[in-house]
């Protein structure tokens, strides 16, 4: 009888615990995806879901001066580029860490989004989602890494950025080639 009594127990707090955690898992659940075609005129939602960085990449900003943006200047993202490790701009990675160099016109929120190479099976996903950046300038973010699961050929990063209620988008690209070990 103590053996039900405690199973009976166990079911009845697993229960309650899936139950508090009902109310976060569906609201991050409701974040919209990106579009599948990065090409889609569409912004991010400016509220719901948790804002975050991929676990060990840092956004750091590259200059102490920022110009502050007149009232009334919409956002823009002025470049989105790739660099290797030692800060040359690159368009092909393999195996490797690279960083995102983004320069902004104001502060705002920024988005990410990564599609994957046609016909590799692999949905589109956010990468960055509603980070913060407090201001105008140029910031770069990473690491980044490739998944074991990476898909050779060329990927399209989608950004957003968000501003006193207004958009700017950009894309960048890239080629991925893994490295082969020799024989």
Request: no cysteine; charged share 15%.
């Amino acid at each position: 009888m103590n053996v039900k009594k405690m199973l009976a127990y166990q079911v009845v707090v697993g229960l309650v615990l899936a139950l508090l955690m009902f109310p976060a898992v569906s609201a991050y659940a409701q974040d919209p995806q990106p579009p599948e075609n990065p090409d889609q005129p569409w912004n991010p939602p400016e509220r719901g879901g948790d804002a975050f960085l991929p676990p060990g990449v840092e956004s750091k900003s590259a200059s102490s001066y920022y110009p502050t943006p007149r009232p009334g200047t919409p956002p823009s993202i002025i470049d989105a580029y790739l660099i290797d490790e030692a800060g040359q701009t690159r368009t092909q990675f393999g195996d490797e860490p690279f960083y995102l160099v983004v320069r902004v016109n104001s502060p705002g929120q920024l988005y990410l989004a990564e599609y994957y190479p046609a016909g590799s099976g692999l949905q589109r996903h956010w990468l960055i989602y509603r980070h913060y950046l407090d201001h105008a300038g140029s910031w770069t973010l990473g690491p980044f890494y490739a998944s074991p699961q990476e898909p050779e050929g060329q990927h399209t990063w989608k950004l957003w950025l968000n501003a006193s209620g207004a958009w700017a988008q950009r894309l960048t690209y890239f080629s991925y080639q893994p490295a082969y070990p020799y024989p």
